[in-house]
């Protein structure tokens, strides 16, 4: 068996720590303080326990809870541990062709700054064929830690501020990264699944709405692959790397590993040739079967860099000035290339 590294020990063991010293438990066996976490977001809002000095955590332990929760810009300073991805679940099935908006659609919201989340599944159960999110953040210099995403269309919501996920597991079908936060995925594995009979697979659909916006997607040193059900799919299901959702769309992808699922073309067009001079994407030093770049697309918003100096500013001390934010978070993160 491996040698786990040191920072990885040590950063569980502050999340272990953590659960230990949680302010509230929630558990669906009744062992805790509460049954949903919503009784337990209530209980927080209406007492004198308000976090007013210094972090606030709800542990909460395995089990699948069906709840859509909402964590308001009111909450900062939270922390949710969980018992690891597969293990504490929350989740829903909430889209836009049931009736919500992909806004609403969320199965967990949240908008409080400072929000961290580790060993925690969010999920959403629609299915392919509609919006429907799984996560959305709002929440400026929030933490993702080995937690998991799981949808088809529009998993994760990065909304807005600045994020940072690693160690994560993401799975979608049509823009299931998505939004207009400058964050940063590190060491996380991206899966594609299997979309609708005739449809394409798109990672990302950045969001930036001006040029003097310092937001994007930034995707480093992390893995795209493909779910078994789409690889054995994968010579009739084409799979993207992003397609630009608004005009100044911006995303990178920074040393990563990319299976043969990925069209060589490697980006999508959103509507017809619009946005092909204003977008910013960048792959630099990527490998694999899928990062081959002699038939990528040849807009005049698509670049290859070549050299560390045309990427520097999109490292996580750079791009979301992370060092501090992310270190007092207790979790490990590269901050350069």
């Given amino acids: 068996m491996p040698v786990m590294p040191p920072w990885t020990r040590v950063a569980n063991r502050r999340l272990l720590q953590l659960s230990t010293k949680a302010n509230i438990v929630v558990a669906k066996d009744g062992s805790g303080n509460f049954t949903t976490i919503k009784d337990a977001l209530n209980s927080l809002a209406s007492s004198s326990q308000r976090i007013s000095n210094g972090?606030?955590?709800?542990?909460?332990?395995?089990?699948?809870?069906?709840?859509?929760?909402?964590?308001?810009?009111?909450l900062d300073n939270l922390t949710f541990v969980g018992d690891g991805m597969g293990q504490t679940v929350i989740t829903s099935g909430r889209s836009v062709s049931g009736g919500y908006t992909t806004f609403s659609s969320a199965t967990f919201n949240v908008f409080?700054?400072?929000?961290?989340?580790?060993?925690?599944?969010?999920?959403?159960?629609?299915?392919?064929?509609?919006?429907?999110?799984a996560m959305l953040s709002g929440s400026d210099r929030s933490v993702f830690y080995r937690c998991s995403f799981e949808g088809y269309q529009d998993t994760l919501f990065?909304?807005?501020?600045?994020?940072?996920?690693?160690?994560?597991?993401?799975?979608?079908?049509i823009d299931f990264i998505f939004?207009?936060?400058?964050?940063?995925?590190?060491r996380c594995n991206i899966f594609a699944r299997m979309p609708r009979h005739g449809e394409a697979n798109v990672i990302t659909a950045q969001g930036r709405l001006d040029p003097n916006q310092n937001t994007g997607i930034v995707i480093h040193s992390c893995n795209i692959r493909g779910t078994s059900e789409l690889w054995r799919a994968r010579k009739t299901v084409k799979s993207y790397l992003g397609r630009p959702w608004m005009k100044y769309s911006r995303t990178v992808y920074l040393k990563n590993y990319m299976e043969s699922i990925i069209n060589p073309s490697g980006w999508l067009?959103?509507?017809?040739?619009?946005?092909l001079d204003t977008l910013?994407?960048?792959?630099?030093?990527?490998?694999?079967a899928g990062s081959r770049l002699s038939q990528r697309v040849k807009w005049p918003g698509f670049h290859i860099a070549v050299l560390p100096s045309q990427v520097a500013q999109f490292t996580v001390t750079n791009f979301i000035?992370?060092?501090?934010w992310i270190t007092s978070a207790g979790v490990p993160f590269i901050s350069g290339l």
Avoid: H, L, M, W
């Fill in 55 to 74: 972090r606030f955590v709800i542990y909460v332990k395995r089990g699948v809870y069906a709840e859509n929760v909402q964590i308001d810009s009111s």
């Fill in 112 to 133: 409080g700054d400072e929000f961290i989340a580790s060993g925690i599944t969010f999920r959403n159960t629609f299915g392919p064929g509609s919006q429907a999110v």
């Fill in 158 to 173: 990065v909304y807005s501020q600045r994020q940072f996920y690693r160690e994560c597991i993401i799975y979608g079908t």
């Fill in 179 to 186: 939004g207009n936060a400058a964050v940063v995925f590190q």
């Fill in 269 to 275: 067009q959103f509507i017809g040739n619009n946005y």
């Fill in 280 to 288: 910013y994407y960048v792959e630099y030093k990527n490998t694999g």
């Fill in 321 to 324: 000035s992370g060092g501090p």
